[in-house]
């Protein structure tokens, strides 16, 4: 009998919970990482007991949903004989260290971060101390990366710093609330150090009454110097630091490696992989990226240590499966959340609306990147404002929004940015992108 787990409401592989169209069993992969034969029983798996397609999330992770009434005991059995799962169900839920898809491959990478970033996570689940973790409790290891997800915030950092150092900071991203910056031998120790601090907070009130479950709570009452003052190795200012930008689209075609070899990044339309995308993928890993497949906060897939001669047959047949293996066309870059068709809180169906927008775009000649529907306010598949918004009101109808350090009246409150326009359909929000892109 599988040992289901109901401490929180967030899905996990061990806690599949219900939505619209099923349930939701999201299983967290370490740094993103499958192998061929694992695809592939993700294709069997999804197709016996729920919809039978995956979805890549924002966190590098996948989700299997629309999952049968009676199922649950099957798929996770099948995920753990696949190799899916960790040890236990509290392990489940601490797998969120997030690296660069790139890591350990980049030949302009400050630092190799997977050996750090192994060992975290590796603490992480077998010191089971930590395990009252939020499951969106997460911690970035950055190495300097030239592909890296620099929008999405995390409530531990550590980026790596060109002296050798690696800058920490909370609640943000790179660069946001730094707190300073330790030794590179000091990383792991310092790291441990605030995690011990924060989990013994959770569960406590901060000062405006707010139960400490994230670090966001815990900055209520203690300053990131405060913490950082908590820590037994020398911790050095880091103020001036800034984190070099990541390379736009960087994730979606070829990128030479250090070894020379290549990787190859391809976006699924809208996150989705359908059944002859999983096995088509799984097939072109074997035989080129030594079984190995590395998913993407972009919602994307990328094989790695491909020989240049591979290229072109690989980025053919990803074409074939209708993978987005070039940056241009608007869905290559396009975020929605599931949507009234998979989302009771949804207002709008926010996959078939994107497509639709996706066509009334390229139909002009020129891709418009960076656009996020979302079928309510929430807005779950983006954490940071996007930049352009298209927030559901009713099946069809959206407000939209760019993107701006300076919202304007009463759309400051949604904090999307400027609102271009108000309950628009479709084809009118395509316009309204078009003639902004033009400005
Ligand atoms: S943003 Fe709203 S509609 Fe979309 S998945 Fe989240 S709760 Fe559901």
Not at 72 to 77: M, N, Q, T
């Amino acid at each position: 009998m599988i040992q289901s787990d109901r401490r929180f409401a967030c899905p996990g592989l061990y806690r599949i919970v219900p939505s619209q169209d099923g349930g939701i069993c999201r299983i967290k992969l370490p740094f993103g990482r499958l192998n061929a034969a694992q695809m592939r029983a993700l294709a069997k798996l999804a197709a016996a007991h729920g919809l039978p397609e995956i979805e890549v999330t924002n966190r590098a992770n996948v989700q299997i949903r629309g999952v049968h009434d009676g199922a649950d005991d099957a798929l996770i059995a099948g995920l753990v004989d696949a190799g899916l799962a960790p040890k236990s169900s509290g392990a489940d839920d601490v797998r969120n260290v997030m690296v660069s898809p790139f890591i350990g491959l980049d030949p302009n990478a400050i630092f190799d971060v997977s050996d750090l970033a192994r060992r975290v996570l590796a603490r992480l689940e077998n010191e089971t101390h930590y395990h009252v973790l939020s499951p969106k409790f997460s911690i970035q290891i950055d190495g300097g990366e030239e592909i890296a997800m620099l929008q999405h915030p995390n409530d531990i950092w550590l980026s790596a710093m060109a002296d050798g150092r690696f800058a920490f900071g909370f609640a943000g991203v790179p660069g946001e609330r730094t707190a300073g910056a330790v030794a590179s031998g000091d990383a792991e120790a310092a790291l441990f150090t605030l995690l011990d601090h924060f989990t013994a907070k959770i569960g406590q009130l901060n000062a405006k009454g707010d139960k400490i479950t994230r670090m966001r709570h815990l900055l209520v009452d203690e300053t990131p110097a405060d913490l950082a003052a908590r820590l037994t190795c020398r911790v050095t200012p880091a103020d001036a630091w800034q984190r070099a930008a990541a390379m736009p689209q960087g994730h979606i075609g070829a990128r030479r490696q250090a070894d020379g070899r290549f990787i190859l990044g391809a976006v699924p339309l809208l996150g989705r992989l359908g059944q002859e995308m999983m096995l088509g993928l799984a097939d072109l890993a074997h035989r080129f990226s030594g079984s190995e497949i590395r998913l993407t906060p972009w919602q994307s897939v990328m094989l790695p240590s491909m020989t240049e001669d591979a290229l072109e047959e690989a980025v053919a047949a990803l074409e074939e499966l209708d993978f987005i293996t070039r940056p241009d066309r608007t869905l290559a870059a396009t975020l929605t959340c599931a949507g009234s068709a998979g989302c009771k809180s949804g207002l709008a169906d926010t996959k078939a609306d994107a497509r639709h927008l996706a066509n009334e775009i390229d139909g002009w000649g020129q891709p418009v990147f960076g656009i996020h529907l979302t079928g309510c306010a929430k807005s779950c598949a983006a954490p940071r404002p996007a930049p352009y918004t298209l927030l559901g009101l009713r099946p069809g109808h959206y407000d939209v929004f760019a993107q701006s350090d300076a919202p304007v009246g009463d759309t400051a409150k949604t904090g999307l940015g400027e609102l271009l326009g108000h309950d628009v359909t479709i084809e009118q929000a395509a316009r309204l992108l078009m003639q902004r892109e033009k400005a």
